[in-house]
């Protein structure tokens, strides 16, 4: 098992946290899986950056992100050369720590701002 720690995000994680998640699967889905609500507009299919993270620890041990995402990665708010859409970065076997932007670029996401 992988571990995470989730850096303390002021909506969906104010305490932070961490937990253990089994190699291949992605950030998103473990993320969802342990209550924080990402945001994830285009249901996971890389077609947005809703789903936007920075990792902090572990960058180089994630699966290698393909050209489309790299494509969208370019229109994230608050891009920094470690970060990766959750929805596509697969875990392998080595910790992460994981930060979710304060802000995403997000006008399609149903419900949000309810």
């Excluded at 789903?51 to 995402?69: K, Y």
């Amino acid at each position: 098992m992988t571990q995470i720690i989730v850096l303390p995000h002021e909506e969906l994680c104010p305490k932070g946290t961490l937990f253990d998640v089994a190699a291949g699967t992605t950030i998103c889905d473990a993320l969802l899986e342990h209550g924080i609500q990402i945001d994830h507009a285009c249901e996971k299919s890389c077609a947005c950056t809703t789903c936007h993270v920075i990792v902090r620890e572990g960058f180089n041990s994630l699966v290698e992100a393909a050209e489309l995402e790299e494509d969208m990665l370019d229109k994230a708010w608050g891009l920094e050369s470690n970060s990766r859409l959750s929805c596509q970065a697969v875990i392998e076997e080595v910790n992460l720590v994981i930060e979710i932007p304060k802000y995403t670029i997000n006008m399609a996401k149903e419900g949000h701002g309810k």
